[in-house]
């Protein structure tokens, strides 16, 4: 019995009838395949460092542009409308840019006179609730005495006192970071006017711009991360409205003072998920228990605890959709990663950009089944139909051969 072996590892026995594979070759084959994947992964990797190391650089001009455009999700709709009935797009971007602000300021001018109005009561309030505190301490299970609790307060005022320099520098940094706040804000409107006002030419003109399949995958993969992004955020902006009601009639029921300014904050918290409603939920619950008592603080946890369970089981799939669901630990991942490189903004802003990066990859998705469906494998050219969050049907490309049957 003689055997032939070729030079790409194939073992051919005439007289058995069977033609094998050397063990060596397949091996080589595989390891060839891992290492140009690897390669492939590294450069993504390293592309994603580059990435995350120029923004991080362009942070200070990045993040407005990113708040500019998460507000003109929210106005665009109404600018759009006022554009489709004749008005010109600056008049538009002006008129719905100038309702935001009026909005934001009758917000303020409501919440300002009952924070100062009733700021004296939440200070005697929480220092008998500290005091309430200090007699549990002395009395209760840890059995603390006096001396010991005074020696405890003097060492935190003489550690205060050591520290006036530090807490001073603090003071002047808190006065240079509100400063760089009045700046980024008036910043962030004047981005908004014009993302307001030209926004919709950016994407038609991106596409004449690159011509030609790259511009009309861009031009679509971009429209699809904007829907998203503005459905995210209207989804968001409801529930959080919806969270705020119910805890803010909790908060009033009970008496607990302060409602309505923490209501805006449970509101503004919605917009960090999961996150956001834990430290807004723990601060109403906190105000309770100082100013009223434990009992009311216990009534206002349960509160909280119906209507965040009412959120995630029933409003946020219901209106958000599988769409734009992400899982509870990708949420986690994102929120941690944006808050540990940029802070309370990176925490706002980590799930939309999570979300609209979804939209994207769900685009390339849909190219990808497609091409595979093909004859030929070619990439093919965005859709004619309006974009869907859905993933279409892997169906053969427009006159392709059907698949052979069996006879």
Known sequence: MSTGASRDGVDRCPSLGRVTRDRSAILSRGF????????????????LFVLGWIIGKFWMIGYPVMLALIVTTL??????????????????????????????????????????????????????????????????????????????????????????????????????????????????????FFFVKDGHKFLPWLRRTLGGRAGTHISEAGTRAWSTLG??????????????????????????????????????????????????????????????????????????????????????????????????????????AGSSLFGITGAFLAVPAVATAAAVLRYVNEQIAVAAASDDGAPPGPPTEPPTDAVPPKTPAPGADPEPTAT
Do not use: C, Y
């Open 32 to 47: 060839s395949t891992l290492a140009r994947w690897s390669w492939q992964l590294i450069a993504i990797a390293a592309g």
């Open 75 to 192: 106005l665009g709709p109404p600018a759009a409308w006022l554009r489709d009935r004749g008005v010109p797009a600056a008049l538009a971007a002006v008129v719905v840019v100038l309702g935001f602000l009026a909005v934001l300021t009758g917000v303020v001018a409501v919440l300002a006179p009952q924070v100062a109005g009733q700021a004296g009561d939440i200070a005697s309030e929480g220092a008998r609730g500290l005091q309430a505190i200090q007699d549990w301490v002395q009395d209760g299970p840890l059995g603390v005495t006096e001396n010991q609790l005074d020696n405890a307060i003097q060492s935190l005022q003489d550690k205060l006192r050591d520290s006036a320099d530090v807490i001073s520098a603090g003071a002047l940094s808190t006065l240079g970071a509100a400063t760089n706040v009045i700046v980024n804000t008036v910043l962030v409107l004047m981005l908004t």
């Open 231 to 336: 459905g995210f955020i209207r989804t968001q902006a409801l529930v959080s409205f919806v969270d705020a009601v119910f805890i803010g009639l909790g908060l009033v029921i009970l008496d607990v003072p302060l409602a309505v300014p923490l209501a805006v904050i449970v509101f503004f918290g919605g917009f960090i998920p999961i996150v956001g409603a834990f430290v807004t939920g723990a601060l109403a619950v906190l105000v309770t228990l100082v100013t009223n008592d434990f009992r009311d603080a216990v009534i206002m946890l349960i509160v909280i605890v119906a209507v965040q369970q009412l959120e995630g089981n029933v409003l946020s799939p219901w209106l958000q959709g599988k769409a734009m669901d992400l899982q509870a630990a990708v949420v986690l991942l994102a929120i941690t």
